[in-house]
């Protein structure tokens, strides 16, 4: 099906990125045979010819006029633009692995999140938002992710048992200590007293966190999007269509949580560009090794720069 260079490329990635460049490379290898002559190691050969002509008259610029049409073709075949991208990137990658590199530039590459349009939060409307919601377990969630700021699939992950010895301790703000499975980064965030307040009426309702391995959440990212949507769906009314992406997500509450908190920043310019990369650190986002200090700073050291620097901003008036 491949050559042994594109086996070998394949080889060396991770099963996540060899599952979705495998995906991209079939794609372009049918494509490839259905515009030219040959597949992919023809594809490398005439990057090869392109790069070693005499002068810059004959050369013909294989890559992009190739790239370019295989992103026409899909398009045409209805692939989402996150996609067409990823696929774009395997033949790029693997271009490079060859000694061939390309560049992307005269390539119409769709845009990156072509809908994703994210409601623009404010600390009422989140309250709101989560007033209608009926599960105890998801309004917890979904209030634990706009004060942390970490990703849904984060969230999915943590059990009782990473936030139990600070649970039943009362401390707060409580800290998450987790590692973020998308890309392996450790760091730390935290919820104050509206989270854990939401954490006690949810957890409240468990019988079975004696259990090593209880999960914090019992869902899935399918559930989770779908109950998001349908409340999205009462909050916003006429002006969400069923064939709309979810603006209300919590994806959104991420993103609103952690902007809240970026837009209060005030101060020296280096106290704001040190808070910048806080917000980043609480996100578990990948920052410059140079710039990293989560190394330097202890956990109640991260405790109290969350507590100051996030927790009014992403909490209601009353508490």
């Given amino acids: 099906m ?51 002509v005499k002068g810059w008259r004959e050369q013909k610029h294989i890559a992009s006029h190739v790239i370019s049409k ?14 067409v991208r990823v696929y774009v990137s395997s033949i790029q990658q693997l271009a490079k692995y060859n000694g061939v590199p390309f560049a992307t530039n005269d390539v119409k590459l769709p845009p990156s999140n072509p809908v994703l349009k994210k409601y623009s939060w404010t600390v009422d409307e989140v309250v709101k ?61 935290f919820i104050g007293k509206w989270g854990i307040k939401e954490l006690h009426k949810y957890l409240d309702t468990r019988t079975d966190l004696d259990s090593s391995d209880a999960k914090l959440f019992d869902t899935t990212k399918g559930s989770l999007c779908d109950y998001f949507r349908k409340k999205a769906k009462l909050f916003l009314g006429d002006d969400f269509k069923d064939s709309d992406r979810n603006p209300c997500g919590s994806h959104s509450l991420r993103a609103g949580g952690s902007t809240l908190s970026r837009d209060s920043i005030s101060g020296s310019g280096e106290h704001v560009h040190a808070v910048d990369r806080y917000l980043d650190f609480f996100m578990g986002k990948t920052v410059e090794e140079e710039k990293r200090v989560y190394s330097s700073k202890s956990k109640e050291g991260w405790r109290q720069t969350w507590k100051e620097c996030c927790e009014p901003f992403v909490t209601p008036k009353h508490f």
């Fill in 2 to 52: 491949f050559d042994k260079q594109t086996l070998d490329f394949l080889e060396l990635k991770s099963p996540g990125t060899r599952s979705i460049y495998r995906a991209g490379l079939l794609s372009f290898q049918e494509f490839y045979q259905s515009q030219y002559l040959g597949g992919i190691p023809e594809f490398i050969d005439s990057l090869f010819a392109d790069r070693d």
């Fill in 129 to 189: 938002f989560f007033d209608l919601f009926d599960s105890p377990m998801y309004r917890s969630m979904g209030v634990l992710i706009f004060q942390s700021f970490i990703d849904s699939s984060t969230a999915l992950s943590l059990r009782y048992q990473d936030i139990q010895k600070e649970y039943e301790a009362k401390i707060t703000p409580l800290c998450l200590d987790v590692e973020r499975p998308k890309t392996g980064i450790p760091f730390m965030s």
């Fill in 70 to 83: 295989f992103v026409v073709w899909l398009e045409a075949e209805g692939f989402k633009h996150k996609t």
